[in-house]
């Protein structure tokens, strides 16, 4: 069996299974998640679930930083700058230099 193969017989095991969840119930509470609405039973579910899944931490990332970008995207035209915040701007060059598969997980 490829290691493919089992991390995809655990992972839906473990959406079945009373504590698990899925990709699609991640999906779904992810903004609830990163804006800490969740209770800790709901919020353990996402962690187990990220830590095993390679495409949620990914998607994750990803939300975050989208999140971010608007945030800062909405904020900056609040003040009428036309720059983007230093850390924002750092950020992108960042993700830019390590790629979209650094590897840290
Ligand atoms: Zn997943």
């Given amino acids: 069996m490829s290691k493919v193969k089992v991390m ?5 095991a473990v959406a079945k299974s009373p ?11 992810v ?3 990163l804006e800490n609405e969740l209770g800790w039973p709901a919020k353990m579910k996402i962690r187990m679930h990220a ?9 994750l990332r ?9 945030r800062a995207a909405i904020r ?8 983007l915040p230093d850390d924002i701007a750092r950020k ?6 390590s790629g979209p598969e650094d590897g840290a997980a």
């Fill in 76 to 83: 900056t035209e609040a003040e009428g700058a036309d720059t």
């Fill in 51 to 59: 830590a095993m899944c390679r495409d949620c931490t990914s998607y």
């Fill in 31 to 33: 903004d609830a998640y």
């Fill in 8 to 12: 995809r017989t655990i992972k839906s």
């Fill in 62 to 70: 990803a939300y975050t930083a989208t999140r971010d970008l608007v």
């Fill in 92 to 97: 992108i060059l960042e993700r830019k230099k």
């Fill in 19 to 29: 504590i698990g969840l899925s990709c699609c119930d991640l999906e779904e509470r």
